[in-house]
């Protein structure tokens, strides 16, 4: 990468500045889980506004829970920012590495099976974590602060985003895979499964907070 700075140690503006350059890195698959992680940053202050109301001292504790939770996943999904950074920086590389000679073939072809088994692995890692996000704010959405509620409908759906932005990141990569690694198996019916997550996560968040956005 051109900028060795962390992304989460970015302004927005530079941050938005590194993603709309040139450079492939870093690319979709950090904003998806960039957006993802801005999903339980939301979870976690629909809690913060929530813990000590009079109105939800019989839920103190599941709100305790789901604003720890909220923060573990942020904190991870940020990680996986830098990783995806990190892993499509190493593809780059690999595709930049001679290739006049048979050894410099083969070394090159090394290389980059591995930088392409990370390449998709990072992404799928980001897609289970944002499915967890998803449903941390459908559960938060009925008995959080109802001034918040849409907050978590936010939450939901950037979360849902971040998801189905990870899997389109796994399924560019996973052709080049190289033959015989179990991912190119495995994967196509986790996608399959996480994407059916994101539809029902989302659906249902967005029906609690319906709900709560309705009521008197």
Same mark, same amino acid.
């Given at each position: 990468?051109?900028d060795?700075?962390r ?9 938005l500045? %590194? ?7 870093p690319?979709?698959?950090? /904003?998806a !889980?960039l $957006?993802? =992680? #801005?999903? &339980? @940053?939301l979870?976690?202050?629909?809690a ?8 939800s ?10 604003r720890a939770?909220?923060?573990d ?5 940020l990680?996986?920012?830098e ?12 595709? %930049?590495?001679p ?8 070394a090159? /072809?090394? !290389?980059? $099976?591995? =930088? #392409?088994? &990370? @390449?998709?692995?990072v ?11 998803i ?11 109802r001034?918040?509620?849409s907050?978590a409908?936010v939450?939901?759906l ?7 932005g ?8 996973l052709?080049y ?9 495995? /994967? ?7 994407? &059916? ?20």
């Open positions: 990468m051109g060795s700075t992304l989460s140690d970015l302004p927005v503006h530079a941050l500045e %590194r993603l709309g350059s040139s450079d492939p890195v690319g979709g698959g950090s /904003a !889980a $957006s993802a =992680a #801005m999903g &339980a @940053a979870v976690a202050m629909v913060e506004l929530t813990i000590g109301r009079p109105d001292s019989e839920v103190v504790a599941t709100i305790a829970e789901l939770g909220a923060l996943r942020r904190a991870t999904l990680e996986l920012a990783d995806d950074a990190t892993a499509y920086d190493a593809v780059v590389r690999a595709r %930049r590495m290739k006049g000679s048979e050894p410099e073939r083969a090159r /072809a090394t !290389a980059l $099976s591995s =930088a #392409m088994v &990370a @390449a998709a692995e992404p799928l890692r980001t897609a289970v974590v944002a499915a967890e996000v449903d941390l704010a459908q559960r938060i959405a009925p008995i959080g602060n001034n918040a509620v907050d409908g939450a939901a950037l979360a849902a985003a971040g998801l189905r990870a899997l389109l990141n796994v399924r560019i990569n052709p895979l190289p033959a015989g690694d179990p991912l190119r198996d495995s /994967a196509p019916l986790e996608v399959a499964r996480l994407e &059916a997550l994101a539809a029902d996560g989302e659906h249902a968040a967005m029906a609690a907070v319906d709900a709560q956005l309705v009521a008197p």
